[in-house]
């Protein structure tokens, strides 16, 4: 299955494409403007994907920290 990120950026390239194809100027500017939210749907997933790495990594010093002191004793 493909990740929420892949998606996004597939349909990006899918409109960019699609507005490079003989049309009116209004259906290539929508699409061009589609494409966009596209690509900021994509960057708000990296972001939050990043975030959430940060986090897990934090969780995991904390639980490597906590096993050190618990491990060193009164």
Known sequence: MRS???????RVEECRQ???LPQNAAQKDR???VAEQWAE???RV???RAHFDRIKR??????RHLARIASSGP
């Open 4 to 10: 929420r990120l892949a998606i996004y950026q597939a």
């Open 18 to 20: 699609q507005a490079t």
């Open 31 to 33: 699409l061009l403007q």
């Open 41 to 43: 749907m994509a960057e």
């Open 46 to 48: 990296k972001k939050d």
């Open 58 to 63: 934090g969780a995991a010093s904390s639980r």
